[in-house]
């Protein structure tokens, strides 16, 4: 490795743990304390991924987990945007911010063109790999929302709202979302 790619990865690795101290903007801007941060969101998702891709035999367990572990990996530099920041500033300075930090982050790094297509990947959900990875990315909101509303907190309502097809795509996906809809539903009562 030459000393510029050393360097990168130096950087990378201090970004990476910068994740470790972001919180969730979303569930701040909702009054919550002591909130995950990206990076136990990041866990959670490359988790489901790990478990639930396996359950998908058609898929390839290396790209799920590459693309889970990558696809927040923006947020080191532009921050968790809430989705209220997300629909002022539009999906596509949103992604075109995204992506400058991904090559920031990333390029200099010998496989760096590869990861980048993993997230360009994920980003526009053209495989069945990374609209997996979206629907995880769902699935994991809902089962913080729902711990979240286990422990007290009250309304989230709008992190029940649906967000996207991905049930078609992936039934049993589909079904741990509803089965969770149902805790939830069952707690408000």
Known sequence: MDDQAFAA??????????????????????????????AEHSFGVATLALIVGDLHPGL?????????????????????LPASARR?????AKHA????AMVELLGAL????????????YSQGSSPEARLIKAL???????????????????????WEEHGSWGEEFPLVRALADQLRAEHRALAR
């Open 9 to 38: 990865l130096a950087r990378l690795q201090s970004r990476i743990q910068s994740l470790k101290l972001l919180p969730r903007t979303g569930w701040l801007q909702r009054g919550l304390r002591d909130v995950e941060s990206v």
């Open 60 to 80: 390839d367990r290396g790209r799920l987990l590459a693309i889970a572990l990558l696809h927040d990996l923006a947020e080191a530099l532009v921050g968790d």
């Open 88 to 92: 002022l500033f539009g999906a596509v």
């Open 97 to 100: 911010a995204e992506r400058q």
């Open 110 to 121: 010998p496989q760096g063109d590869g990861y980048l297509a993993l997230w360009e990947e």
């Open 137 to 159: 990315d769902q699935l994991e909101m809902l089962g913080q929302t729902l711990a979240y509303e286990q422990a007290g907190a009250r309304n989230l309502d709008e992190f």
